[in-house]
């Protein structure tokens, strides 16, 4: 069992930054694949970023050049470092957490950017 807990967001500025953070308890966390999703109202939930436990990243097309995604495995926490922010990234941030047949979501956290 894998427990995450997000932390980090909040109201914000268009243009400003935050630095969200995901912290797993429970498990290995090194061996997890990792993710940043997002839900905006009236939206499906997207994938923003993720990081495999090797370190490889991916992100959407919509943060790419803005957004970077981290991990530090000895402190157990994914970071999403948001640059840049725009009011069309206001949503709910979840964190994942994958690794074969398990699948971990924290509880999310708000960001809202203001124009």
């Known amino acids: 069992q894998v427990q995450l807990v997000e932390s980090g967001g909040g109201l914000v500025q268009a243009g400003g930054s935050l630095r969200l953070s995901c912290v797993a308890s429970?498990?290995?966390?090194?061996?997890?694949?990792m993710g940043w999703y997002r839900q905006a109202p009236g939206k499906q939930r997207e994938l923003v970023a993720a990081?495999?436990?090797?370190?490889?990243?991916n992100y959407a097309d919509s943060v790419k050049g803005r957004f970077t995604i981290s991990r530090d495995n000895a402190k157990n926490t994914v970071y999403l470092q948001m640059n840049s922010l725009k009011p069309e990234d206001t949503a709910v941030y979840y964190c994942?957490?994958?690794?074969?047949?398990?699948?971990?979501w924290g509880q999310g956290t708000q960001v809202t950017v203001s124009s």
């Open positions: 994942r957490g994958t690794r074969i047949k398990y699948d971990y």
């Open positions: 429970g498990s290995i966390f090194s061996i997890y694949a």
């Open positions: 990081i495999t436990s090797g370190g490889s990243t």
